[in-house]
T-cell receptor, first 115, second 109 residues
Framework: ETGVTQTPRHLVMGMTNKKSLKCEQHLGHNAMYWYKQSAKKPLELMFVYNFKEQTENNSVPSRFSPECPNSSHLFLHLHTLQPEDSALYLC??????????????FGEGSRLTVL | GQNIDQPTEMTATEGAIVQINCTYQTSGFNGLFWYQQHAGEAPTFLSYNVLDGLEEKGRFSSFLSRSKGYSYLLLKELQMKDSASYLCAVRDSNYQLIWGAGTKLIIKP
């Protein structure tokens, strides 16, 4: 139990569907992140929120839309995805963006399959 | 460009010692992290190095040489539960984390 909870753990969707991934952290952290993890590739940072404000958007296609209603919750809205978007989507949080150590606490991820 | 290199896969024997290397080329340096990720689970923080030298935490140690752009994670007295992927990440001058692709460690009895 890392203090970061992601739902759903598994999701299968067609290319025309709309779905959302949810992340909740119970650690009182101020920064939250979405990462994409594909097999044998480095983690790809998608979005960063600090105090509910988006500070980073790493050239992510508009078919991925983040939402951060408060510092404990983060969503990733998905629409008209492509098969190559199939991956593990990890949510993470940290106390702040550039703390002394600033380690990340990850959720267990949402395994997305796009048919 | 920024790059982190680590071996794709390593195999070791239960009870032995294994060293997982990580080399990096980044725009600036503000610390190096090691994370452990068991299959189907969240990555979890193992260690952080910002100054040269060895940091020891029980059976795990992490070493850093900033002049060589090099780190290693040393695992002693290997146990079957140490079978996992080990991720190296460097925080650059903009405090962005640059990740390696991970090293899958297989422990054999």
């Amino acid at each position: 139990e890392t203090g970061v909870t992601q739902t759903p753990r598994h999701l299968v969707m067609g290319m025309t569907n709309k779905k959302s991934l949810k992340c909740e952290q119970h650690l009182g952290h101020n920064a939250m992140y979405w990462y994409k993890q594909s097999a044998k590739k480095p983690l790809e940072l998608m979005f960063v929120y600090n105090f509910k404000e988006q500070t980073e958007n790493n050239s992510v296609p508009s078919r991925f839309s983040p939402e951060c209603p408060n510092s404990s919750h983060l969503f990733l809205h998905l629409h008209t995805l492509q098969p190559e978007d199939s991956a593990l989507y990890l949510c993470a949080s940290s106390q702040d963006l550039a703390g002394e150590v600033g380690e990340l606490f990850f959720g267990e991820g949402s395994r997305l399959t796009v048919l | 460009g920024q790059n982190i290199d680590q071996p794709t896969e390593m195999t070791a024997t239960e009870g032995a010692i294994v060293q997982i290397n990580c080399t990096y080329q980044t725009s600036g340096f503000n610390g190096l992290f090691w994370y452990q990720q068991h299959a189907g689970e969240a990555p979890t923080f193992l260690s952080y190095n910002v100054l040269d030298g060895l940091e020891e935490k029980g059976r795990f140690s992490s070493f850093l040489s900033r002049s060589k752009g090099y780190s290693y994670l040393l695992l002693k007295e290997l146990q079957m539960k140490d079978s996992a992927s080990y991720l190296c990440a460097v925080r650059d001058s903009n405090y962005q984390l640059i990740w390696g692709a991970g090293t899958k460690l297989i422990i054999k009895p």
